[in-house]
T-cell receptor, first 115, second 113 residues
Framework: AQSVAQPEDQVNVAEGNPLTVKCTYSVSGNPYLFWYVQYPNRGLQFLLKYITGDNLVKGSYGFEAEFNKSQTSFHLKKPSALVSDSALYFCAVRDMNFGNEKLTFGTGTRLTIIP | EAGVAQSPRYKIIEKRQSVAFWCNPISGHATLYWYQQILGQGPKLLIQFQNNGVVDDSQLPKDRFSAERLKGVDSTLKIQPAKLEDSAVYLC???????????FGQGTRLTVV
């Protein structure tokens, strides 16, 4: 069965510093990987995805993520954090084995940017 | 383009009552999802449709939850009877296909008292 792990419930970063939110996955086939952000009382917003090609993908609001097949990871990064980046971040995966395309989410990481 | 529409936004019911949620996906999106998000947890997939057909409902508590997608467009999720542990936000999402990113509605916050 496919799964996603976000090992850190909470990440605190000073404004202006680089940030990393970690994600690892487990699938039997090839993964499609996604990052979403959730602000208070809002639905999830799509940030970026990896399907194939370049291991470094760029998304909305200056975020990027690096796919590492050997480490089965897809960490979210940003070079310089903003206070407005404070939110709940979710990693998600699809297993591309035919017949198992369901979208599975991790438990989330709360990112707090300290002014 | 219009986003995923859900109603109602909030619902409070007593345990053992029934409740229904409605979702209208983005036009042209064949795949529709219902997720349950309990406070402090990640979204849990309840059911995934591809057009009219069910792709996955392995985590849907079928003794009390049901969902349908009429004509491959709108969808309703029903709970009957509700339990206290059903208190959560119910999120509907849609995607162009099963491989594409999903777009989410704002959710329905259900409180069972």
């Amino acid at each position: 069965a496919q799964s996603v792990a976000q090992p850190e419930d909470q990440v605190n970063v000073a404004e202006g510093n680089p940030l990393t939110v970690k994600c690892t996955y487990s699938v039997s086939g090839n993964p499609y990987l996604f990052w979403y952000v959730q602000y208070p009382n809002r639905g999830l917003q799509f940030l970026l995805k990896y399907i194939t090609g370049d291991n470094l993908v760029k998304g909305s609001y200056g975020f990027e993520a690096e796919f590492n097949k050997s480490q089965t990871s897809f960490h979210l990064k940003k070079p310089s954090a903003l206070v407005s980046d404070s939110a709940l971040y979710f990693c998600a995966v699809r297993d591309m084995n035919f017949g198992n395309e369901k979208l599975t989410f991790g438990t989330g990481t709360r990112l707090t940017i300290i002014p | 383009e219009a986003g995923v529409a859900q109603s109602p936004r909030y619902k409070i019911i007593e345990k053992r009552q029934s409740v229904a949620f409605w979702c209208n996906p983005i036009s042209g999106h064949a795949t529709l999802y219902w997720y349950q998000q309990i406070l402090g947890q990640g979204p849990k997939l309840l059911i995934q449709f591809q057009n009219n057909g069910v792709v996955d409902d392995s985590q849907l508590p079928k003794d009390r939850f049901s969902a349908e997608r009429l004509k491959g467009v709108d969808s309703t999720l029903k709970i009957q009877p509700a339990k206290l542990e059903d208190s959560a936000v119910y999120l509907c999402a849609s995607s162009y296909g099963q491989l594409a990113e999903a777009f989410f509605g704002q959710g329905t916050r259900l409180t069972v008292v």
